[in-house]
Structures are given as C-alpha cells and as structure tokens.
C-alpha cells in the first residue's frame, strides 16, 4: 500500500517539477485527499514530506546567502542548513561567563620607585 503510494509520488514529482505552484499545490492535495478517502488514514511521512519539497522547491534552490534577513519564512536546504549551523552557537551560562571575564592586573598603584640613589 504504502510502495503505490510512494510510485505515486514518483510520478507527480517527474511530472510536476516544472509547473507552476498553483498546479503543484493542486496535484499534492488531490493526491493526499484521494489516498485519505482510499485508506482512511494519512500517507507515510516521508512522502509527504517529498510532496512538501516539490511545493517548495523555488525557497529551497535559493542560493542567496542572506535569505533569513530578506524573507519572513526562509526554507534551507540541507547542504545550507547545515553550513548555518556551523557558523551559529548558542552560548551557554558559563561560556557567557569565560567570554566576559577580565585577567584581572596585579599592578602597583603606588609611584615608580626611583633607584638611581
């Protein structure tokens, strides 16, 4: 059950990778709405998640590097998620603490002594 379903998605896919979004959207409900109405439940996740890449395929072949400041809801692709990641960290508690610690100096205040007496 689950194989036809997955073929079916194959075939959407080779079919529709260069349609407009309008019919990408329409061909991913009527294939979603026809296998719930067949099995009285939803399709592999999997799938759907392909379904969801193909509806979404201009935000993910987006190269542009500053998409997060330029777009309210930016998708990645893996290879550009994982290259953010990289570059971001969440700062923890202590890490806070080291990146603000100051060496204290142990430096007399006191004037420079002469010794040339």
Do not use: W
């Not at 960290?89 to 890490?95: N, P």
């Not at 603000?100 to 430096?107: D, G, M, S």
């Amino acid at each position: 059950m689950a194989n036809s379903f997955e073929a079916i998605v194959d075939d959407v896919l080779l079919s529709y990778k260069d349609a407009t979004i309008d019919s990408r959207n329409a061909i991913a409900e009527e294939v979603t709405e026809a296998y719930v109405m067949e099995h009285g439940k939803k399709p592999d996740s999997f799938q759907l998640t392909r379904l969801a890449n193909l509806l979404l395929q201009e935000d993910i072949k987006n190269p542009d590097s500053y998409k997060v400041q330029k777009e309210a809801y930016p998708f990645h692709s893996d290879t550009q998620a994982k290259r953010r990641k990289k570059k971001e960290f969440v700062a923890q508690d202590d890490k806070i603490e080291y990146m603000n610690y100051k060496v204290e100096a142990r430096l007399s205040t006191a004037p420079p002594k002469d010794n040339r007496r």
